[in-house]
C-alpha cells in the first residue's frame, strides 16, 4: 500500500531548531494527491494535531501552539513532507509522527481525519 518514514528528531535546548521530514514511499502517496499532517504524543498525553498541508501545499493550517514557530512544507517531486521547528520549548518535546489521507480530505491537524501513519520520530526540548 505505502509507507511514510519519519527522520530528523532529536534532542535540543530550548530556543533550538530541528526540521523533521517524512518520506512517502509506495503507489497511494506519489503525485502529490494526499492531504497530509504532523503530529504529536507527549509523555501521558493523548496524540494531538501540530500542523497540516494540502495536497499541492498551497493551504496550511497550524495550531494555535505552534504558530509562528512551525512551519509544515511538502516536495512532491521527492513525496516528501517537512516540518521545520523554530524556538522549541520543552512543551514540544513529543514523539511526531506524519499523516496521510487520501482525497477528498480536509486540510486539518485532526487526528482522526488521517488513516496512514508513521511510525514517529522523537524530539526532546530540554531546558
Known amino acids: 500500500q505505502g509507507q511514510l518514514v519519519e527522520t530528523g528528531g532529536g534532542s535540543v535546548q530550548t530556543g533550538g531548531s530541528l526540521r523533521l521530514s517524512c518520506e512517502a514511499s509506495?503507489?497511494?502517496?506519489?503525485?502529490?494527491?494526499?492531504?497530509m499532517g504532523w503530529f504529536r504524543r507527549a509523555p501521558g498525553k493523548e496524540r494531538e494535531g501540530v500542523a497540516a498541508?494540502?495536497?499541492?501545499?498551497?493551504?496550511?493550517e497550524y495550531v494555535d501552539s505552534v504558530k509562528g514557530r512551525f512551519t509544515i512544507s511538502r516536495d512532491n517531486a521527492k513525496n516528501t513532507l517537512y516540518l521545520q521547528m523554530n524556538s522549541l520549548v520543552p512543551e514540544d518535546t513529543g514523539m511526531y509522527y506524519c499523516?496521510?489521507?487520501?482525497?477528498?480530505?480536509?486540510?486539518?491537524?485532526?487526528?482522526?481525519?488521517?488513516?496512514?501513519w508513521g511510525q514517529g520520530t522523537q524530539v526532546t526540548v530540554y531546558s
Open positions: 499523516a496521510a489521507e487520501a482525497p477528498p480530505c480536509v486540510v486539518v491537524p485532526s487526528v482522526s481525519k488521517y488513516s496512514y
Open positions: 509506495g503507489y497511494t502517496y506519489t503525485g502529490g494527491t494526499h492531504c
Open positions: 498541508i494540502s495536497s499541492g501545499g498551497a493551504r496550511t
